[in-house]
Nanobody, 118 residues
């Protein structure tokens, strides 16, 4: 499964951005889609995930501000980010997990930079 992320950029504190990640290839084998982020000098961390059953899970730091969703075809995952804070500055990576045949996979997109600054 290949991933193409887009939507990052520079935004002022309190602003909004929407990230998109389009999956291609063996999309029928995907069970979880999500977003992670890595700030400078920090480890990559979970932001939000959504399962095939539409169960969502969010990091405490983004609850109430970020919303993860998918299109009806379940090929594109979105991250709506509102009330952005400087500490949200990071490279955001989309991620998909699943099983194709007998083989699990855990694929990453190329990352998109989000900078929150005045």
């Amino acid at each position: 499964v290949q991933l193409q992320a887009s939507g990052g950029g520079l935004v002022q504190p309190g602003g909004s951005l929407r990230l998109s990640c389009a999956a291609s290839g063996s999309i029928f084998s995907i069970s979880v889609m999500g977003w992670y982020r890595q700030a400078p000098g920090k480890q990559r961390e979970l932001v939000a995930i959504i399962t095939n059953g539409d169960t969502t899970n969010y990091a405490d730091s983004v609850k109430g501000r970020f919303t993860i969703s998918r299109d009806n075809a379940k090929t594109t995952v979105f991250l709506q980010m509102n009330s952005l804070k400087p500490e949200d500055t990071a490279i955001y990576y989309c991620n998909v997990r699943g099983v194709r045949g007998l083989y699990p996979f855990n694929n990453w997109g190329q990352g998109t930079l989000v900078t929150v600054s005045s």
